[in-house]
């Protein structure tokens, strides 16, 4: 229910994943220096299921990185979510 006590329909499923700049090998301390790889993926895909239909699926990421820029030990480690 929303703050009106209105019945909200839900629709869709949502799954989050975060991208972080650590080092497993250091328990998971900050790992610093240049990102040499980094994609996000598309805004939209399209899903098919065996039987139904195709649906367009959107795809939110936030994110402040690019390929060649210098992860520093000033800031968080995420990259991207």
């Known amino acids: 229910e929303d703050l009106e006590g209105k019945v909200v329909p839900h629709c ?3 799954i989050e994943a975060r ?3 650590e080092d497993p090998l250091r328990g998971f301390l ?3 220096g ?3 790889q980094y ?3 598309p805004s939209s895909i399209l ?3 065996s039987g139904q239909k195709e649906e367009q699926c959107q ?3 936030d994110s402040g990185v ?3 820029q210098t992860i520093t030990q000033y800031y968080d480690p995420l990259i991207s979510k």
Do not use: D, M
């Open 12 to 14: 869709g499923h949502a």
């Open 19 to 21: 991208i972080y700049a």
């Open 30 to 32: 900050p790992s610093t």
């Open 34 to 36: 240049p990102l040499l």
């Open 39 to 41: 994609e996000e993926p």
């Open 47 to 49: 899903i098919s299921s």
């Open 59 to 61: 795809i939110r990421v």
């Open 66 to 68: 690019t390929v060649g």
